[in-house]
């Protein structure tokens, strides 16, 4: 749906115009014009006015519009490669903000000694303190938690590649705490680390909803998962770390 809608811009853009003639200049004119323009909208999306689209924005329909482009070129509906000649947008450099250390401290304060609120602490510092993706956290298994060895197993994470992630001492006696004193339960054949309180597999949903009640608990204007785990590659460097280990931790490519 996000594909149609993206390349319904240029669609539209275009008007009812055969593909073969359409030319690089058609499209990098319809690159200008989504800078140019104050707001985007078609038949599919209501239009927003008065605000400029983010370069972000725009290089996103550009990719999607260069995949389809790519779809036509392979099938044979045309010999073109349109966008060898095209060039991304240059964004601007933002710093992005992380949580303070004293920030991080006060989250970890406000949390109590009952079930679901140990479990959404251990949430909070795998993503904080280890860096996991929400999906990594949804999907861990209690094997895949090597106390003895501080590290924690990702299975079939992003690109489909395991990868172990070191643990710290804070993390691993909230995890000993909530899996040992709070997660028992004889009737059921789970081996997934988080469930709700009805012992089911926590969802990817439920997970952003615990993050959400923390920020508002906490009244931060800007509190993710993303946010969680950028503060953590940042302060893993400022503190010493370097970026070939932090590389692996993260499961990135480079």
Known sequence: EVYKSNIGYF???????????ITVDTIKQYQKNLLDRDFIGNSNNKPKKGKKLSRTTINTYMTHLRTFFIYLFDNNYTSVKY????????KPKILKEILTEEQIE???????DCM????????????????????????????DIIFNS??????????????????????????YKYITFHRVSDN?????????????????????SVIR??????????????????????????????????????????
Not at 11 to 16: F, L, Q
Not at 120 to 137: A, H, P, T, W, Y
Request: charged content about 25%; overall charge positive; glycine content about 4%.
């Open 11 to 21: 669609i539209e853009y275009v008007g009812d115009l055969d593909l073969d003639k």
């Open 213 to 254: 009640r923390i920020k508002e608990k906490m009244g931060y204007k800007k509190f993710n998962p993303h946010l969680l785990r950028h503060t953590f590659a940042t302060r893993y460097i400022i503190n010493g770390g370097d970026m070939f280990s932090l590389q692996l931790i993260l499961g990135h490519e480079d």
């Open 83 to 90: 966008f060898e000649k095209i060039q991304v947008v240059k």
């Open 150 to 175: 501080n590290m924690i197993k990702i299975n079939d994470s992003k690109g489909n590649k395991d990868r172990y992630v070191p643990m710290s001492m804070t993390l691993k006696k909230s995890l």
């Open 188 to 208: 059921i054949d789970i081996t997934n680390v988080f469930l709700n309180k009805y012992y089911n597999v926590l969802t990817e949903k439920a997970v952003v």
């Open 106 to 112: 006060d989250v970890l304060f406000s949390f109590s």
């Open 116 to 143: 679901l609120q140990v479990r959404n602490k251990c949430i909070f510092l795998l993503m904080v303190d280890s860096g996991l993706r929400l999906q990594e956290i949804v999907n861990l298994n209690i094997p």
